[in-house]
């Protein structure tokens, strides 16, 4: 054994995990999933083109005149983003 090395208990293995990483070594983002099911339902909603639109190009109020894009970018949550998109744009409760 080398001097100055940690001694390790046989059969263990020292592996540094990436910050955010899960002990299976896949790495978790959290919100994804429900980022991924905010843009199907504006894409649901809007159709593809449009909902780029709507989320470039529209401020909303309760987004304290932010743009969709704007919002998520800033970090707030998905369902706050939708929820105001819900309300600018009247969709109907059963599509939300």
């Given at each position: 054994?080398?001097?100055?090395?940690?001694?390790?208990?046989?059969?263990?293995?020292?592996?540094?995990?990436?910050?955010?990483?899960s002990?299976?070594?896949?790495?978790?983002?959290?919100?994804?999933v429900?980022l991924?099911?905010?843009?199907?339902?504006?894409?649901?909603?809007?159709?593809?083109?449009?909902?780029?639109?709507v989320?470039?190009?529209?401020?909303?109020?309760?987004?304290?005149s932010?743009?969709?894009?704007?919002?998520?970018?800033?970090?707030?949550?998905?369902?706050?983003?939708?929820?105001?998109?819900c309300?600018?744009?009247?969709?109907?409760?059963?599509?939300?």
């Amino acid at each position: 054994m080398r001097t100055g090395s940690p001694q390790r208990a046989p059969g263990r293995h020292s592996v540094r995990q990436p910050p955010g990483s899960s002990p299976a070594g896949r790495r978790r983002y959290p919100g994804a999933v429900r980022l991924t099911v905010f843009w199907d339902k504006m894409r649901a909603q809007f159709g593809d083109a449009y909902a780029a639109s709507v989320a470039s190009d529209h401020a909303l109020g309760e987004l304290g005149s932010r743009t969709v894009d704007q919002a998520l970018a800033e970090g707030i949550e998905p369902k706050t983003v939708w929820h105001a998109v819900c309300e600018a744009f009247q969709i109907p409760e059963r599509a939300r």
